[in-house]
């Protein structure tokens, strides 16, 4: 059985990782702040506990990563959480990405289409501290509409289009941050939902993600 300590060792490599952030240009301070509350080696393998506060993606199952933490922390001061903002999140993953947004206060719904993935969620260390954290296993491109709408919807995996059933899930004058697929690198896409149904687009820098897929997996 695994065991979990955060150590003064630990919690002096967040502090790092939160200056690096802020190197890269991450202003948010509640995205910071959650950050730095978050151990992230306890969303690794334990193989991984000296290396885990690196600015870097890892491995974990299903052939996923972990995104590195300036991608999460990019998303997530795009997305501009508010307390008790509904969000919808595509992509469980490691449930890294999740955790730093119910920490800022937010009622998370994750869809993970992954099985293996899904199943771990069950397993979920802080499940007790974080009951506004929902698990869903499905298709992420047909979201959760018995949901919505959603004031946010985050997607962490690369897009080929806009899905057009989440933009139907999104409130009016709601965010929804998608890296989309450009070929040899994904834009990162901020869109706002327009009250006639459409909506606007904002573009910003190129990341490296995983193809979002359709269907349920396992």
Do not use: W
């Not at 730095?36 to 193989?47: C, K, M, Q, V």
């Not at 992509?91 to 730093?100: E, F, K, R």
């Not at 499940?127 to 954290?133: D, G, Q, R």
């Amino acid at each position: 059985m695994r065991k979990y300590e955060d150590t003064y060792r630990h919690k002096g490599l967040r502090k790092k990782l939160i200056d690096v952030l802020r190197d890269k240009g991450i202003t948010d301070e509640n995205v910071l702040k959650a950050i730095n509350t978050i151990p992230r080696h306890y969303f690794l393998d334990s193989a991984f506990d000296e290396i885990a506060y690196e600015d870097r993606a890892f491995p974990i199952a299903a052939e996923q990563t972990i995104s590195q933490p300036y991608t999460v922390a990019y998303q997530t001061q795009l997305l501009q959480i508010k307390p008790f903002d509904k969000v919808l999140e595509i992509g469980t993953g490691s449930i890294y990405q999740a955790t730093v947004l119910v920490e800022m206060g937010a009622k998370v719904f994750t869809i993970e289409r992954q099985k293996e993935l899904f199943d771990k969620t069950k397993h979920f260390i802080f499940k007790k501290e974080y009951p506004n954290l929902k698990f869903f296993y499905g298709d992420g491109y047909e979201g959760l509409p018995t949901y919505g709408p959603f004031d946010k919807i985050i997607i962490t995996a690369a897009a080929p289009f806009i899905p057009p059933k989440l933009i139907e899930q999104l409130k009016v004058g709601g965010f929804m941050v998608v890296p989309v697929d450009e070929g040899a690198h994904q834009r990162m896409v901020r869109l706002t939902k327009s009250a006639d149904g459409g909506y606007t687009e904002e573009t910003f820098e190129n990341f490296s993600f995983v193809p979002m897929l359709t269907g349920k997996n396992g």
